[in-house]
């Protein structure tokens, strides 16, 4: 069973920083694509960004720019750093990971879910 577990989240300024980890319990990591959402309070789940088992990384149009993935995967772990945040950027943020995805944008291509971090950016 994969286990997907987030860190990372923190309430913070607008224009701050952060960095979100999600370490996988899953030794074919490598060979898993991996998806960062969020969900904002009476919002429906959105994708963040994406990135490939070959280290490509696609991002939503509100991030892009702003938004870096990255993995690691020695250490079975997948990295959101997040730049010059904004309030609209307030939501809890969810890790997913799939071995077979392959609309990596739609949150029904994955299997495996963490539980989530809460981000909270004020203004």
């Known amino acids: 069973q994969v286990r997907l577990v987030e860190s990372g989240g923190s309430s913070v300024q607008a224009g701050d920083s952060l960095r979100l980890s999600c370490t996988a319990s899953?030794?074919?990591?490598?060979?898993?694509?991996m998806g960062w959402f969020r969900q904002a309070l009476g919002k429906e789940c959105e994708v963040v960004g994406v990135?490939?088992?070959?280290?490509?990384?696609y991002y939503a149009d509100p991030v892009n720019g702003r938004f870096t993935i990255s993995r690691d995967n020695a250490k079975n772990t997948a990295y959101l750093q997040m730049n010059n945040l904004r309030p609209e950027d307030t939501a809890m943020y969810y890790c997913?990971?799939?071995?077979?995805?392959?609309?990596?944008?739609?949150?029904?291509?994955?299997?495996?879910w963490g539980r989530g971090t809460q981000v909270t950016v004020s203004s």
């Open positions: 990135i490939s088992t070959g280290g490509t990384a």
């Open positions: 899953e030794f074919s990591f490598s060979a898993s694509q």
């Open positions: 997913a990971s799939d071995r077979n995805a392959l609309d990596l944008e739609f949150p029904q291509s994955y299997t495996y």
